[in-house]
């Protein structure tokens, strides 16, 4: 079955409930019978909010994958959009029909056309530029500036923060460094998600792999647009702290 236990943290929990995450969406597949595409999206329990964070390319496949995975698309309580991308946001609209008290949230930045694409399904996104809380213990980091914005999913343990990331297009370091600054927070258990380190030479790699380390990272899942070469570079690093990603893959948080 789906339930592929790919990372187990354990620690001082500042959430009443274990958290547990689930990516649903991703360029690689861990199980059969989900569909892998290139895109990302998690669905993050987090005590009485379903978060889902991104959306993915295609409705269709978001709406399969979350059906294999015994996700009932009502269920979830809050939708994360990390930035403009369609591989990232075009699921949402999808996901809105069957689901109509689904609270959004994008940046205050995006284009005009996607706040058009969302009011044509009746949503009523929230428009984030600051930090603000989703659901108790969960946070987005706000607008982290870069070409595009984008804002991380941020959960708050009391082992240290948990980051998701949708493509870490202003770099995954700065996205770490925000949520950080933000939250005061010394120890990071686990950044998941895109790191966009696909087109950087090893050279590159390896400063932002050093940077995360002095950051406090203790874990990493790298997904979507890594890339190949730099999750090679991370697992070298990391070791069994590299934790591998694709649709499919469970993490639970105590
Ligand atoms: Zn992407
Ligand atoms: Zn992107």
């Not at 698309?73 to 075009?90: C, F, G, L, M, Y």
């Not at 600051?130 to 914005?149: K, L, N, R």
Request: proline residues 5%; contains cysteine.
């Amino acid at each position: 079955m789906w339930v592929l236990l790919a990372g187990v943290l354990f620690g001082t929990a500042c959430m009443a409930s274990p958290v547990e995450i689930r990516i649903v969406y991703d360029n690689s597949s861990a199980e059969p019978f989900l569909r892998a595409d290139w895109g990302f999206a998690a669905v993050v329990d987090a005590g009485a909010a379903r978060i889902l964070f991104d959306a993915g390319a295609d409705g269709a496949i978001l709406l399969r994958n979350l059906s294999a995975m015994g996700v009932q698309p009502a269920s979830i309580t809050h939708a994360v959009i990390s930035h403009r991308h369609a591989d990232h946001r075009n699921g949402l609209f999808t996901l809105a029909l069957k689901n109509r008290s689904l609270k959004a949230y994008f940046l205050d930045s995006f284009p005009a056309e996607i706040y058009e694409l969302a009011g044509a399904v009746a949503l009523d996104p929230v428009r984030v530029r600051e930090p603000i809380e989703i659901a108790p213990g969960v946070f987005s980091t706000g607008t982290v500036p870069g070409d595009p914005d984008e804002q991380a999913l941020v959960v708050e343990t009391g082992g240290g923060l948990v980051l998701l990331t949708g493509c870490s297009h202003p770099g995954v370091a700065s996205m770490v460094e925000a949520a950080c600054r933000q939250r005061n927070a010394k120890t990071v258990r686990l950044v998941l998600g895109g790191f966009h380190l696909h087109r950087l030479s090893d050279e590159l790699i390896q400063q932002v792999i050093d940077r995360l380390r002095e950051l406090g990272v203790e874990q990493v899942a790298p997904a979507h647009c890594t890339g190949e070469r730099a999750i090679q570079l991370f697992r070298r690093a990391y070791g069994p702290r590299c934790l591998p990603a694709g649709a499919g893959r469970r993490f639970l948080i105590e």
